[in-house]
């Protein structure tokens, strides 16, 4: 976003420098762990294993990578906008009751028709959820990083009471609606496989990852090969010349967030349609706020996004694992991880690339 | 019931409620009057409560707790300032490390201390503050009518972090208006050019601005876990830091109407609690979650210019980059 302070060859920039801070923040994360009484290599072994030891293990990451990638690509598409949605909880939140309603509702239809619908009325609610603040900075010029922290209370206030007056399920004991009809929702993994001879372990990975595979080569076609991907990065490199260049930047603004809202809302077509079959609350659980850090890590390229969704994948199921062998280290230790990478890719970028080109023995200042 | 007691009832719990947005407002008053956006007033909230509920256990002292909290969140604040002053990095990515910091540090530890599931040890006796009875408060409720219970609830018989709250706000005022160092502070937030030209550093204007944020956040922060509540509990800051936020925008970064504004929303806060699941005449039931969204409603509002119309610091958010 800033001017770089140094000049770095492409490959220490794309890979060195991210691979740097996250090895830096872990090494974070190894302190804290020292800090609570616990061996910190120990530890990661045994998180390790329980992310990728076994095939039921490494379903169950890239069921969680699923979330990341769609979260990810959400900050990453307005960040090349030059524009910091932190609104990704409020827009799957968005994104779940659309799902859930159109589920609900269209239930007499087939699910060949059903399906794709619900999956539209996600991305029409996330993307509905960051157009109103897209709109807001495109023609009142109001910062969209407030109006989206807002916009995400106003969604957690709204969820809960659809949830508790409107559509939930009387006979629950807490906020949340009926189960969906079993046509209605996403098809596991393991039993979308079957038919191909593969045996899977049950896990929550589903069809949904499919889809967050495709959203990943659609948003690398779309930034990176489209006229309107190039029309956004110019916009985020320099919106003065952008408008000189006769680009619109209050659609192009609108655009950027209708489409990272949309891709925030296929966090909720995995975890409402293809895990819980119901909706319920705070079913986005911080995902929102991880992407920013995947987004971050992966310099907002879908490649990078890719792994560095794949990493924290790898962190949860893995943290999972783990606060059973340790109970004192328990899931929030990603939210530490998460928050230290955020600082070191992101906010002390400035800091990191200076240690590499020292490291390299370039970029000197004269 | 006696309506001037339900009056006072009321009045005293939104002064309680407002106490904790107060001070992360004037937190995020004086970084933003720097020109140093702060979205991280949530973490260092968070932080500073659970380091002033731990401390103020261990050593059964309410005031030592709230030093030990001001600490915490100075630390943060320093943190903050690290990358967004010396290093120019982003200011917002950085608020959000924070907050998420905060969120993660302060369950892994107190769960690892405590083994409560992140809460700490409740407090007792000189661990917590005591509330304080200000001169002739039972003398008034008894003698005067209507203002006797006004003065005995709501302004008698809070703790001492809420008056060191409240008298935050008229020093606030003058620091800002009418002493050299509000001066320069304000004028870093607006043009730091013009201050680096006078010879006075900007860095270390703003290294100012974001360790009095932290020291404001940490009174906040201490105030909940010490005083409001008896101790910890996970999230417990739910969104404060964020409503400060909202109310700084609400004020357009001016100490009084912050006051102003922390009020409204900690009377809309003791409003929806006291209505919940009551009809009132005319209108019916009201659903307590559109009384919770108000305040980032009426944000969203004003921002979008509807209403008055929000001019933050013209240097907000812009790292300073000397010319060479």
């Known amino acids: ?366 | 019931m006696d309506w001037a007691q339900t009056l006072a009832v009321i009045l005293d719990s939104t002064i309680r409620l407002s106490v904790p947005l107060l001070c992360a407002a004037l937190a995020g008053l004086w970084s933003e009057r720097s020109g140093v956006v702060d979205i991280g007033l949530e973490g260092k909230m968070l932080m500073a409560a659970f380091a002033s509920a731990v401390i103020a256990h261990q050593s059964g002292s309410a005031w030592t707790g709230l030093g030990a909290g001001i600490l915490a969140a100075v630390a943060l604040s320093l943190v903050h300032g690290f990358a967004a002053i010396t290093w120019r990095g982003n200011q917002i990515v950085s608020g959000v490390a924070i907050n998420m910091l905060a969120a993660g540090l302060t369950i892994i530890l107190g769960n690892a201390w405590f083994g409560q599931g992140g809460r700490t040890p409740s407090l007792e006796g000189e661990a917590r503050f005591a509330d304080l009875a200000l001169p002739f408060a039972a003398w008034a409720r008894e003698t005067v009518p209507v203002l006797g219970p006004l003065y005995a609830e709501m302004v008698s018989g809070h703790a001492a972090p809420v008056y060191l709250a409240f008298a935050a706000v008229p020093a606030t005022a003058l620091v800002l208006r009418h002493t050299r160092f509000g001066l320069r502070l304000r004028a870093v937030g607006e043009n730091p050019a013009a201050v680096d030209t006078a010879g006075v550093s900007v860095a270390g204007l703003r290294y100012g601005a974001v360790i009095i944020c932290g020291v404001l956040c940490g009174l906040g922060g201490s105030y909940l876990a010490v005083s409001q509540s008896a101790g910890f509990l996970p999230h417990m800051t739910a969104g404060k830091g964020f409503i400060a936020l909202a109310a700084v925008i609400f004020a357009n970064w001016r100490p009084v109407p912050v006051l102003l504004a922390c009020l409204l929303f900690g009377l809309l806060d003791a409003v929806a609690i006291r209505l919940q699941g009551v009809s009132l005449p005319g209108i019916g039931l009201v659903p307590v979650q559109a009384i919770q969204a108000l305040p980032y409603l009426m944000t969203v509002i004003l921002l979008a210019g509807f209403i008055g119309r929000a001019t933050p610091p013209r240097a907000s958010g812009l790292p300073y980059v000397k010319e060479r």
């Open chain 1, 1 to 366: 976003m800033s001017a770089a302070p140094v000049e770095l060859p492409v490959w220490a920039d794309a890979g060195l420098v991210p691979l740097v801070s996250v090895t830096a923040a872990l090494l974070v994360a190894g302190l804290v762990v020292i800090g609570i009484g616990e061996n910190p290599l120990e530890a990661t072994a045994l998180l390790l294993r329980g992310a990728l030891g076994s095939g039921e293990a490494i379903g169950f990451t890239l069921y969680y990578a699923t979330n990341f990638i769609f979260t990810g690509l959400a900050v990453a598409v307005a960040y090349h906008a030059g524009l910091f949605n932190i609104g990704g909880e409020g827009q799957a939140t968005l994104a779940g009751i659309g799902a859930a309603l159109a589920c609900l509702w269209l239930a007499p239809l087939p699910g060949l028709l059903l399906v794709p619908l619900a999956i539209l009325a996600a991305a029409a609610g996330g993307a509905a959820w960051a157009l109103i603040p897209g709109w807001l900075q495109a023609t009142r010029g109001s910062h969209v990083v407030i109006t989206t922290i807002m916009f995400n209370f106003i969604a957690a206030t709204l969820i809960v009471y659809l949830l508790v007056e409107l559509i939930g399920n009387p006979g629950s004991m807490q906020p949340e609606t009926r189960e969906f009809a079993p046509h209605a929702v996403l098809t596991p993994m393991h039993r979308l496989l079957a038919p191909l001879g593969l045996v899977l372990p049950a896990t929550p990975l589903n069809s949904a990852f499919l889809l967050a595979l495709a959203s990943l080569c659609g948003v690398w076609l779309l930034i990176f090969r489209s006229r309107l991907g190039f029309a956004i990065r110019t916009l985020g490199a320099n919106p003065r010349a952008a408008s000189y260049a006769g680009l619109s930047v209050s659609r192009l603004t609108m655009v950027a967030m209708a489409v990272s809202g949309a891709l925030a809302g296929g966090l909720a077509v995995n975890e409402v349609m293809g895990v819980q079959h119901r909706l319920l609350l705070d079913f986005t659980a911080g995902y929102g706020f991880v992407g920013i850090a995947v987004a971050l890590m992966g310099r907002g390229h879908p490649v990078g996004v890719a792994l560095a969704a794949l990493l924290f994948g790898i962190l949860y199921q893995g943290g999972a694992e783990l606060a059973f062998d340790k109970p004192s280290i328990t899931r929030d230790m990603v939210v530490v991880i998460g928050g230290v990478i955020i600082l070191f890719a992101g906010a002390l970028d400035g800091l990191f690339r200076r240690l590499v080109a020292a490291g390299l023995g370039i970029g000197r200042a004269p």
